[in-house]
């Protein structure tokens, strides 16, 4: 989350925060002065959809073009003005500052029926999921993960891109970095259809990976680990969307050579087909 501050008083120029401020996924959010009030500016600088929700925190003798709270859909390279304050009072002086939160994707869009992934691990080999949609669940508790899979595998297997996309997220040094505690080493990677999809828990990154790749289906992203808060070398791997202003995460089924569309079950095997 950013906040942002302007001020005015009558008859004393505003100390508006005249720089804009890098944020999430390339957002930057600008206040700019104007003879009559100010204006915020949104940009979207990053390659995914973002939704922008926008919130005060305090204000005195304010009028808006918006009413607060409100939301705000940036897609890749759009920039767009988010509100314009004022006084209500000519008379007097008014002062306002804000806050956003940033959510990834569209909350608009919907998942493209007919995507296909391919699995997210190179051969040879058959792994075990240990946790997945319909067996006892022990992390994936909640809608954002409900649809999550977990799959057994030794440390340093080769992690690849299950559907094309852009990268646009890349973590690691997970023993260093409270942010990184719960999924460790982790990429992802956003969709066409603004779904998105993580790959967690792993040793390293490909050293090729870089913010902004559009990256294809089988593309070599890393290699599984045991970072985080993991009980085991394995790979989580879910894909979600922005569902109305909820993350949530979608079913996925995978598509194989040999054996046609598997679904992922508890106790199951994928075996790779490369």
């Not at 003879?35 to 305090?58: C, K, T, W």
């Not at 956003?100 to 995507?115: K, N, Q, S, T, V």
């Not at 080999?125 to 240990?130: E, F, I, N, P």
């Not at 690849?160 to 260093?176: D, K, L, N, P, Y």
Request: charged share 20%.
């Amino acid at each position: 989350m950013r906040a942002r501050h302007a001020l005015a008083a009558l008859g004393l120029a505003a100390a508006a925060l005249g720089a804009a401020a890098q944020g999430t996924y390339g957002v930057e959010v600008e206040s700019r002065k104007e003879p009559d009030g100010h204006r915020v500016i949104a940009r979207n600088g990053g390659r995914a959809a973002v939704e922008l929700a926008f919130s005060l925190a305090q204000s005195t003798n304010l009028s808006s073009t918006r009413s607060w709270p409100f939301t705000l859909v940036l897609h890749p390279g759009e920039t767009r003005e988010a509100v314009r304050v004022g006084a209500e009072r000519r008379d007097a002086g008014y002062a306002f500052s804000y806050r956003y939160a940033i959510r990834l994707g569209d909350p608009r869009a919907r998942p493209d029926p007919g995507a296909r992934y391919r699995l997210p691990f190179r051969g040879p080999g058959a792994y075990l999921v240990s946790q997945a949609p319909g067996g006892p669940l022990v992390t994936h508790t909640d809608a954002q993960s409900a649809h999550a899979i977990d799959i057994v595998m030794p440390e340093g297997t080769p992690i690849v891109a299950a559907r094309a996309g852009h990268v646009i997220e890349i973590h690691q040094a997970s023993a260093t970095r409270a942010d990184l505690a719960e999924r460790g080493n982790y990429v992802r990677i956003y969709h066409d259809d603004h779904t998105w999809a993580d790959y967690a828990h792993l040793s390293r990154t490909a050293p090729d990976l870089a913010l902004g790749r559009r990256v294809d289906a089988g593309t070599l992203i890393g290699h599984s680990g045991n970072t985080g808060q993991s009980s085991g070398p394995h790979l989580h791997f879910h894909v979600q969307h922005n569902d109305g202003g909820r993350i949530v995460s979608i079913p996925v089924r995978f598509h194989t050579r040999t054996r046609g569309a598997v679904t992922p079950t508890y106790r199951g095997l994928l075996a790779a087909d490369d």
